[in-house]
Nanobody
Framework: QVQLVESGGGLVQPGGSLRLSCAASGFIFRIYTMGWYRQAPGKQRELVAIITRDDNTRYVDSVKGRFTISRDNAKSTVYLQMNSLKTEDTAVYYC???????WGQGTQVTVSS
């Protein structure tokens, strides 16, 4: 069955960096679009970044120039490199695939001094 397992979240100070990873299994990773969403307390889940099978990427405006999404098809893993983190980036980050819209369990990112 499809599994998406996120890791790499944690507590970081404003201006710091984190790299999230999402290890996928149970499907042919390389042919699907992958993405990262986030949900802050009291807010709707929002798209952060996606990467297609052809490595085309798209970002929400608020993270452009700070976050980078990438994928390693050999490892069936998608990454989100987050730099210059802000307090408003605090949220649970979810991995997603357009393979029937499966989600990971989420990983908490907290940006606080």
């Amino acid at each position: 069955q499809v599994q998406l397992v996120e890791s790499g979240g944690g507590l970081v100070q404003p201006g710091g960096s984190l790299r999230l990873s999402c290890a996928a299994s149970g499907f042919i990773f390389r042919i699907y679009t992958m993405g990262w969403y986030r949900q802050a307390p009291g807010k709707q889940r929002e798209l952060v970044a996606i990467i297609t099978r052809d490595d085309n990427t798209r970002y929400v405006d608020s993270v452009k120039g700070r976050f980078t999404i990438s994928r390693d098809n050999a490892k069936s893993t998608v990454y989100l490199q987050m730099n210059s983190l802000k307090t408003e980036d605090t949220a649970v980050y979810y991995c997603w695939t357009n393979n029937n819209g499966h989600w990971g369990q989420g990983t908490q990112v907290t940006v606080s001094s």
